[in-house]
């Protein structure tokens, strides 16, 4: 079964770090382009960042700078590493496949002093 | 950055009517490899997106027929044919063709 599930939320502080993971299965991380999305409580769908299979990265201009999108194809898992936290970074982040066919159930950030 | 536009925000619907979102973009989504990567996903409360429509007309697995999607260049259209109580959510359409980009979303009540 294809599945990805996310973890690495919490409570931080504004200025702070933290490292998502997306554990994928069923399917290869590092033969599909992969996404991270958010949703602010109450918003819509943001995308934060993608990772093609050749390693090109990209960022939203909001994140840029300060977030890393990487893999591990030995894990087959998806990363998000997250520096200099605004109370705005607060969302819940997706992780998904490709052009969004699959999506894990998201991990909650809170960004609060 | 292609920016995604959907009317309305907010669409009161009556269960067995059909009901249409419309979607556009700020610039042409057909990809260099011939391919429009526009889709459609539903978001009902307290769950993750769901794809709907991927290439603005292929219904991914599982999808009722419904729901059906056209479209073409910046101006696209999802219908569903006769609203049902579990179509209750947030759409959303998505350009696949430079990164990603998500519209604001429309509200579905009933």
């Known amino acids: 079964e294809v599945q990805l599930v996310e973890s690495g939320g919490g409570l931080i502080q504004p200025g702070g770090s933290l490292r998502l993971s997306c554990a994928a299965s069923g399917f290869t991380v590092n033969n599909n382009f992969m996404s991270w999305v958010r949703q602010a409580p109450g918003k819509g769908l943001e995308w934060v960042s993608v990772i093609y299979s050749g390693g090109t990265t990209y960022y939203a201009d909001s994140v840029k700078g300060r977030f890393t999108i990487s893999r591990d194809n030995s894990k087959n898992t998806l990363y998000l590493q997250m520096n200099s936290l605004r109370a705005e970074d607060t969302a819940v982040y997706y992780c998904?496949?490709?052009?969004?066919?699959?999506w894990g159930k998201g991990t909650t950030v809170t960004v609060s002093a | 950055d292609v920016v995604m536009t959907q009317s309305p925000l907010s669409l009161p619907v009556t269960l067995g009517q059909p009901a249409s979102i419309s979607c556009r973009s700020s610039?042409?989504?057909?990809?260099?490899?011939?391919?429009?990567?526009l889709n459609w996903f539903q978001q009902r409360p307290g769950q993750s997106p769901r794809r709907l429509i991927y290439?603005?007309?292929n219904r991914d697995s599982g999808v009722p027929d419904r729901f059906s999607g056209s479209g073409s260049g910046t101006d696209f259209t999802l219908k569903i044919s006769r609203v049902e109580a579990e179509d209750v959510g947030v759409y959303y359409c998505?350009?696949?063709?430079?990164?990603?980009?998500f519209g604001q979303g429309t509200r579905l009540e009933i």
């Open positions: 998505m350009q696949g063709q430079q990164s990603l980009t």
């Open positions: 610039q042409s989504l057909v990809h260099s490899d011939g391919n429009t990567y």
């Open positions: 290439k603005v007309s």
């Open positions: 998904a496949r490709k052009f969004a066919d699959v």
